[in-house]
């Protein structure tokens, strides 16, 4: 655990596989859908890679969501680069800051960089919050080849979509 997760009292518990994550929250009756259900516009690509892994943030002490799985964030290592596996709060919300704090933990203190990921209109202050900024294809190309080609070969339009395309250098 980083020193940010100790200062604020964060329990943070992975990595761990997706399917680790998932029956996590399930123990707990909220349910996560795989990301094969989840990412129907990048079920072909690397974005798909194997073995992603999580990190989980749990409720603080004292507070009524103490000890319950609350966010998670995911990534892979593709080609050199980290691919966002998503963040999610089954809430829906971001409460009290536990989206962000394990996010910031995935991506800032465990200096998973560059990295590259989709952002939805939740998620995307807090990925511009931690430094991310917006992308395009040069961007891709210019982190790797090989991700590049996969974007102009599987989802060429990508920059049409409702999520936003952010790179962290």
């Known amino acids: ?40 516009n990048l079920t072909r690509t690397l974005f798909m890679s194997p073995n992603p892994q999580y990190l989980v943030i749990y409720g603080r002490k004292g507070t009524p969501e103490e000890g319950k799985p609350i966010a998670a964030q995911g990534w892979a290592k593709v080609d050199g680069v980290f691919l966002g596996q998503g963040l999610r709060n089954p809430a829906g919300i971001e409460r009290k800051g536990y989206a962000t704090d394990v996010a910031r933990e995935v991506f800032i203190l465990g200096n998973r960089k560059p990295a590259l990921l989709f952002a939805n209109n939740k998620s995307y202050p807090i990925f511009r919050g931690l430094g991310f900024k917006d992308a395009n294809l040069e961007d891709v190309k210019g982190l790797s080849q090989k991700i590049g080609e996969d974007f102009v070969q599987n989802i060429p339009d990508f920059h049409r979509w409702g999520e936003k395309l952010v790179v962290l250098k």
Request: aromatic letters at 12%; zero cysteines; proline letters at 5%.
């Open 1 to 40: 655990l980083s020193w940010w997760s100790v200062l604020k009292n964060n329990d943070i518990r992975g990595p761990m596989s997706e399917n680790e994550m998932i029956a996590e929250f399930k123990k707990n009756g909220m349910s996560w859908p795989s990301r094969s259900q989840r990412w129907q």
